[in-house]
């Protein structure tokens, strides 16, 4: 009996290989991660007319190697690129500055292959492409990560890195950015960073490598001019891709680039040609439909998205952060810092739920990280009910946000990050809670940000009494005028600075947004007969409780624990309140204070709703509370046409910077900060009134509302002071 022996091919491999690939099991029922598109949005029978029909005139071009069109790839497809790239990006090109390329991944390789040897430093955005870092690794090339902001890389951080590098007497390679539409956070590079970028890439001669494969994938269409077209010095490679705006499958993309590097890419490309059928058929199709494609593709991710956010809000409140992307096919979800995604990546896969990761993270040491990004492929949730649900589902069950104790618990246990580990990483769709209380979580940044943004809407408001004063209406004509003023600002900036996307934040702000303009509505309508039933004193008194009362609702509704610090400062503000309008006379109706602790608990609410909601588009949510408390006040307002010209113009200003400005800079802020320090650092207000009064019109405060004053200012700036010393790390941690 003969026993079969089988060649083994392990002694033969060289080092450096990377780890074997497992075996396709197929793709996950739903899969959230990938770059794959929406098989209803592939225009198949666009397609297929297409083939028919450049296959019927050019058919027999196949008999030779890149159809007799050269090694740059097929000249037809080559002639509309151009077109599209001017009129899309600004990039005025030729046919001869465009190669052909088998998918945006050849690309990679091609101008890593030109450029790279082991050892050599490049510049990367800190998150960004992980079929991009990957292939760094692979070539032994380190690669240095930039942090990003909102607008894309950070200039101050590259120009610091770039300058770094130059004293150690290193030139980076290239600096690799995906401008448009980043993946995975979706961002969008305006037009004077791009510039900043080109010039620091002329001061240090490192030129910048532009991905732009997602840059037809834009809400609104608008998208600033290519890097590559912004240059006047030749130092920018430019790169695309047919797979995010056509079809993956089809694997053709380009590059754009000065033929010094173009004719060294030439020489390396010896694959004989791009699969020419898919480069026939792009030709055919996108001259006449790629125009009209396009919007109809990014509506369709634009409701995925909408879904997949719903989603998030209603399994997981606040302890998955995400900003609404500008565009692309990725939504970023950041989790809190205990949190191991890899661990959390295993799990889900483990559930079936993803089949591969497609987003990295690069440290500023060039340690690269492996966490994981959601896409917009699944689910159908627009037509099937069910598929919002699905899409919370995107996890397994255990890493949910869950209502009971349990899975709480022991979602933690398994998930936990050692105590040293700085990785804020993103997922699909879940998040990990160790205690029953699910944390929120911030970036100390973030923070920062709020506690500005709600210290400009206390001052902002606390104009009220100086616009009051310059006006004889009754309250409610004070309040129609300035809420139709308020909201049409907020509506008209919205429109001006973002277009359809401003136009559909307005339209589609869902049934968050309608909750937070309700509740804001609410109190403001409450607040003019409170002040009208009982005395100034007792509605004063009353809201500084606001801090306890939102507090108390974030604890009950998010689990977000009240610091002990800002609840002692919070008495401490309750206290000045009381000493500023202690002189005042009292009025113990029953009907007013009543209102005034409706008001108190509406406004607890709505900031607390703000903080489960972040991703509502909050500013627009905003010009609706206007816009409500506007014709709300329609039946009680006696004095609505008997405005002046001179009237109009103070219920203007009224409206629009201690309303609009006010209320947008609160909505904002506040979602970045614990309601209960949030609703404290709004307790300025009071103390802030006095002292417009008396800039304006001469009356000088009295010294209880001074004492009053500086003891609410003191509170507010010790809880600021004690939150930022709190967010310094410990010797031992550094």
């Not at 690939?21 to 949005?41: E, I, M």
């Not at 027999?60 to 037809?76: E, F």
């Amino acid at each position: 009996m003969s026993t079969a022996t089988f060649f083994d091919f392990a002694p033969l491999l060289p080092a450096g290989l990377p780890a074997p690939a497992a075996r396709w099991t197929g793709l996950a029922k739903y899969s959230f991660v990938g770059g794959n598109n929406d098989p209803d949005q592939v225009p198949v029978d666009g397609l297929t007319d297409a083939i028919n029909a450049v296959l019927k005139r050019e058919g027999k071009a196949l008999a030779t190697y890149n159809l007799a069109h050269g090694p740059q790839g097929y000249l037809p497809l080559r002639a509309f690129l151009t077109q599209k790239l001017k009129r899309d990006a600004g990039i005025a090109c030729t046919a001869d500055d465009i190669l052909i390329v088998s998918g945006s991944l050849q690309a990679l390789d091609l101008v890593n292959q030109t450029l790279l040897a082991r050892g050599d430093t490049v510049l990367v955005e800190q998150e960004s492409y992980q079929g991009a870092l990957n292939r760094l690794t692979r070539l032994g090339v380190k690669a240095v990560g930039i942090p990003l902001d909102d607008q894309g890389m950070r200039m101050d951080a590259l120009a610091a890195a770039l300058a770094d590098h130059k004293q150690r007497g290193i030139t980076p390679k290239y600096i690799y950015t995906i401008p448009t539409v980043q993946n995975p956070t979706g961002s969008i590079m305006p037009e004077t960073r791009r510039a900043e970028m080109l010039k620091l890439s002329l001061q240090y001669g490192a030129p910048v490598f532009e991905d732009d494969c997602y840059a037809d994938l834009i809400w609104n269409g608008q998208r600033p001019p290519a890097i590559y077209a912004m240059s006047r010095h030749g130092g920018v490679i430019h790169i695309g891709s047919f797979s995010k705006s056509i079809a993956p499958a089809l694997r053709v993309g380009f590059i754009v680039a000065p033929w010094e590097m173009m004719s060294r890419m030439l020489a390396l490309k010896t694959d004989a040609g791009s699969g020419a059928l898919e480069q026939m058929v792009l030709a055919e199709y996108c001259a006449p439909h790629f125009a009209t494609h396009v919007p109809k593709l990014t509506r369709g991710l634009r409701a995925k998205l909408d879904t997949l956010m719903e989603a998030l809000n209603e399994q997981f409140g606040t302890s998955a952060e995400f900003e609404d992307p500008k565009g692309g096919i990725f939504l970023w979800v950041k989790l809190p810092d205990n949190v191991d995604t890899l661990k959390l990546y295993q799990a889900a896969l483990a559930a079936g739920r993803l089949d591969q990761s497609r987003a990295g993270m690069v440290d500023q040491q060039g340690l690269f990280r492996q966490p994981v990004a959601a896409v917009l492929c699944q689910p159908h949730a627009r037509a099937d009910p069910r598929g919002r649900r699905r899409a919370g589902r995107g996890v397994p069950q255990g890493v949910r946000r869950a209502g009971a104790k349990r899975q709480c618990g022991e979602a933690g246990s398994g998930l936990n990050r050692p105590a040293n580990s700085s990785d804020r990483c993103p997922v699909a769709a879940g998040q990990h809670v160790a205690h029953r209380i699910c944390p929120m979580t911030e970036t100390a940044s973030q923070r920062r940000t709020g506690i500005v943004l709600v210290i400009a809407a206390a001052v902002a408001w606390s104009t009220a009494p100086f616009f009051t004063k310059l006006l004889a209406f009754d309250s409610w004509t004070i309040l129609f005028w300035r809420g139709l003023f308020g909201g049409s600002l907020i509506a008209t900036v919205l429109v001006a600075t973002q277009g359809r996307a401003g136009v559909s934040d307005l339209v589609r702000m869902g049934k968050s947004g309608w909750l937070v303009a309700s509740l804001s509505t609410l109190g403001m309508v409450s607040f003019i007969p409170a002040l009208q039933l009982t005395s100034v004193s007792n509605v004063a008194i009353i809201i500084a409780t606001g801090p306890f009362v939102a507090a108390a609702m974030a604890w009950i509704w998010l689990g977000e624990a009240a610091r002990w610090r800002t609840m002692l400062a919070s008495l401490v503000a309750l206290c000045g309140v009381a000493i500023i309008v202690s002189g005042a006379q009292a009025n113990s109706d029953i009907i007013g204070i009543a209102l005034a602790c409706f008001m108190t608990v509406v406004i607890a609410a709505m900031t607390v709703t703000v903080r489960r909601h972040k991703n509502t588009p909050m500013v627009a949510a905003a010009a609706l509370s206007n816009f409500l408390g506007s014709v709300v006040s329609i039946p009680f307002a006696h004095s609505i046409a008997s405005v002046t010209g001179a009237d109009l113009f103070v219920l203007a200003m009224f409206g629009c910077f201690q309303v609009a400005l006010g209320l947008s800079l609160f909505m904002l802020g506040s979602r970045m900060l614990p309601s209960g320090q949030a609703t404290l650092i709004g307790t300025l207000e009071t103390p802030l009134m006095p002292f417009w009064v008396w800039l304006a019109f001469a009356e000088v405060p009295a010294s209880r509302v001074l004492v009053g004053g500086a003891l609410v200012m003191g509170a507010v700036v010790a809880d600021i002071v004690g939150d930022s010393r709190a967010e310094r790390p410990s010797p031992d941690d550094a």
